[in-house]
């Protein structure tokens, strides 16, 4: 299948609306992944904090007051997040594009969707969980995020191939 069929039209995978499926795909997942890890998520921050005996809660009930505010505004984070991949793979498509027309949406996805899974694995694996604050952010955003910028990676990755295997 050629960028345009006979009609001129241009084909799926070389539109703008993969990229907008892709964003979707990722808020879709980060919504799955933040209702049902939640429950698991806090027995886990609550017993990383507990481990930890130095751990600082600089106002009483910090950690309680930032899962409060994460649980009532997980949904405009999700659709953030999912706005700012959007946009990143856009201007990735278009500095792709530059070179190679072919690949550009795939190619700019994965940069996109890879700036968010650089943040992911930066929040889970090698930020500090010195504060309660800070674990509330890493169990109920960051394992979410993971699971949804892997997930759209790998989507973008897919888009990436298919693109390069039409004539």
Not at 2 to 22: I, N, R
Not at 104 to 119: I, Q
Not at 127 to 144: C, D, H, K, S
């Amino acid at each position: 299948m050629p960028m345009h069929d006979k009609e001129g039209k241009q084909s799926f995978l070389h539109g703008p609306s993969v990229v907008l499926v892709v964003a979707v795909l990722f808020f879709a997942v980060f919504a799955a992944a933040f209702v049902v890890t939640k429950e698991s998520n806090l027995k886990a921050m609550a017993a990383a904090n507990d481990a930890k005996l130095g751990i600082r809660n600089f106002l009483a009930g910090s950690g309680e007051k930032t899962v409060s505010i994460i649980n009532s505004w997980w949904w405009a984070l999700a659709i953030g997040l999912s706005v700012l991949g959007f946009v990143a793979s856009l201007i990735g498509k278009a500095a792709v594009a530059l070179a190679n027309k072919k690949l550009a949406n795939g190619v700019g996805l994965v940069l996109g969707f890879g700036v968010l899974l650089a943040l992911a694995l930066n929040i889970v694996f090698v930020e500090g969980r010195n504060t309660a604050i800070f674990n509330a952010i890493i169990f109920l955003i960051g394992y979410p995020l993971l699971y949804a910028s892997v997930v759209a990676v790998i989507a973008s990755v897919g888009v990436a191939v298919m693109a390069w295997r039409q004539p």
